[in-house]
Nanobody
Framework: VQLVESGGGLVQVGGSLRLSCAAS????????MGWYRQAPGKQRELVAA????????NYADSVKGRFTISRDNAKNTMYLQMNSLKPEDTGVYYC?????????WGQGTQVTVSS
């Protein structure tokens, strides 16, 4: 299993970023997936999830209405569009299955929202 996150960066409050997750080593298209965030000094939390076919999504209350999760099963890739970013969105973002996560995590991608 390999999960490679990209697209993070430094952005001002109110800005946008689009994260990507390239997956390999497993059958991506039959797995529901999620984006996780680990803020400094806090535990990793699930912020968005999407079913295998992409027909249903779910979001943490803290990001609802601002983040959009999507996937392209033909490309084995998942995305997270993040709009109206806030300082509390700062953290390292990871992708993995939303339940029964793989033991192997990617390196994550750092998102820093400056005020």
């Amino acid at each position: 299993v390999q999960l490679v996150e990209s697209g993070g960066g430094l952005v001002q409050v109110g800005g946008s970023l689009r994260l990507s997750c390239a997956a390999s080593g497993f059958t991506f298209s039959i797995n529901s997936m999620g984006w996780y965030r680990q803020a400094p000094g806090k535990q990793r939390e699930l912020v968005a999830a999407i079913t295998a076919g992409g027909g249903s999504t779910n979001y943490a209350d803290s990001v609802k209405g601002r983040f959009t999760i999507s996937r392209d099963n033909a490309k084995n890739t998942m995305y997270l569009q993040m709009n109206s970013l806030k300082p509390e969105d700062t953290g390292v973002y990871y992708c993995n299955r939303d339940v029964r996560t793989f033991d192997s995590w990617g390196q994550g991608t750092q998102v820093t929202v400056s005020s």
